[in-house]
């Protein structure tokens, strides 16, 4: 049987030809992307489930998943709900994404609330980041559970014994922070978890850690920061080296040097990140994912349905959070 | 008559000699450094005032100013206070800096909560980023007095007028955010201020915007991201270079560039960052300062105060806030 990877058309900023394309250069004997999204649209020979009408990305989430039951996203993410596809890529509306996995794929039992785990390529291998965007207004209990969910996800599918887990704040030490990452930390030091404590921004591609945690807001932040960086630090060195014939030569010769920097930094290159703690598998892409990205973002969704995400979280998570709870006495109570 | 920078010698990651030795730098027929360290230090000639103790990194900033009165932290910070000194210089406890300053140089009286203003080498200019770390758990209100202290800043210091203000958030769309800045949207909107809405982490070196608010934890996030993702980069562009001859000969070429491309990004080239609304200057550096940092860092101080901003902004935030209460009807009530 081959995995079945519904994709998204629309949303983001590209057209609904570049997603078509992705998910064309992603099909495989294994992988098999089913394209959602209007008719007419030529899907050069891929499955097409036709959809009617489109979630725009200043939709408010609630309104668009209730008003729009036909769009392409709510199609698209409803398919893994029902059972038709084994995973969903989207590069729309994230909040919308979001409210429409939770209504129709719905949260693993003992998940508070989803949070989306990015795999960050560190100068010392992958190490994941969650939450990268999906619960902006995180409780300290939330934080702690993407604790448990990104240890989770970088020992089974990162391969990592005993994760170590680092806090995203503003100061090494315990004290630092804001009320959240005060109440987190505490959270977190009295959990099974390996902690490590707080870590900062500037270690997000130098720390020696492989789960960060953070509240949404902050990851979102944080990640669109490195990624803004590496793209602006790159274009400004091209920009540098054309200056001067000196430049043009030298530049010519350490191209490949700075090719292999931008695929292992290039957002493209990992697709999008995974939104963990939902009884099935979905993507969420950046609104502006090329062919490229998508491709990439197929591919990740198929790697995560072979690595059986969902269902070693389903496994894994009530264990440790019921560990967790008796430790430090938060059982029900702390749930948000 | 020279200005007079008082320069905390302990504090940080490095020696005081390091510091001793930025301030030398900086020393010129109009700077004067002033050291503020422990007896025994060798300040090279420059003025020195002994003091007893040390904050450390990890103290906690009210004990630490009630406890260690006498301390080089509190000592500079007050003779700013005392009118001893025309601005202040720390690399040290952050916290503690902000709180021996709300103590000994207090806040202008328009301020509800200082901030700290970051002036970021973008694409297209410098542009300023408040708060870069004062105030971690702000209120709405605080934000938009950042957009207030930010835009003068921009005005008088940078030259910039009519700056553009945008807020980071999580997307452009206004319902994006969290319930922090979605608040902060509505204030930001309803004020005289000439606000462009939300901007994404990955706008931070490339957007077309001259202020950049957000509250102290975001904004110290994202900066320290920035600063740590050109360190990784610039580190792992010279790694990949140097790991083929046809490689290093085009590092030899484009060494320039990249030594332009560091000049212009590497924070240590910025100094540190302004505590704005108080009623005296003062300049944060960072822990790590090189005696290169701390040397941009006394020169920063000594333009600050040779622009006047703790006077601009005693005469300009008043008028600013009372027009802004006038149009939003906040009035004193939201004083947080």
Do not use: W
Not at 49 to 62: C, I, Q, S, Y
Not at 143 to 157: D, K, N, P, T
């Amino acid at each position: 049987m081959r995995v079945r990877i519904a994709v998204d058309a629309l949303g983001g900023d590209r057209d609904p030809v570049e997603r078509v394309a992705g998910a064309l250069a992603a099909e495989t004997s294994e992988v098999q992307p089913v394209i959602y999204g209007p008719a007419g649209l030529d899907t050069c020979g891929l499955d097409h489930v036709v959809t009617h009408g489109m979630v725009e990305m200043d939709d408010k989430p609630a309104d668009a998943v209730r008003g729009k039951p036909d769009s392409s996203l709510v199609r698209a993410v409803r398919a893994v709900g029902d059972g038709n596809a084994d995973a969903v890529v989207s590069a729309g509306n994230t909040g919308a994404v979001l409210a429409a996995s939770l209504l129709h794929i719905r949260r693993l039992e003992s998940v508070f609330r989803p949070g989306i785990a990015v795999v960050i390529p560190s100068d010392h291998g992958p190490c994941v980041l969650i939450d990268a965007g999906a619960t902006a207004d995180a409780k300290p209990e939330h934080v702690l559970q993407f604790g448990f969910m990104g240890s989770i996800f970088a020992e089974e599918v990162l391969g990592i014994e005993r994760p170590r887990v680092s806090l995203l704040s503003i100061g090494e030490e315990p004290e630092k922070g804001n009320q959240l990452t005060l109440d987190a930390h505490a959270l977190l030091s009295a959990s099974s978890l390996r902690f490590e404590g707080n870590m900062e921004g500037n270690a997000l591609l130098s720390g020696e850690t492989d789960v960060i945690v953070c509240d949404g807001f902050t990851g979102n932040v944080a990640l669109k920061t490195l990624e803004g960086t590496v793209h602006s630090l790159l274009s400004a060195l091209r920009g540098e080296i054309t200056e001067t014939t000196r430049g043009k030569v030298g530049g010519l010769l350490i191209g490949p040097a700075v090719t292999r920097l931008r695929s292992r930094l290039d957002p493209e290159t990992t697709g999008g990140g995974y939104l963990l703690g939902l009884r099935g598998l979905v993507v969420i892409a950046h609104g502006s994912s090329s062919r490229y990205a998508i491709e990439n973002a197929v591919r990740l969704a198929a790697r995560g349905v072979g690595h059986d995400i969902v269902g070693r979280l389903a496994v894994a998570l009530p264990e440790r959070v019921v560990e967790s709870s008796r430790s430090t006495n938060l059982s029900g109570t702390t749930r948000g």
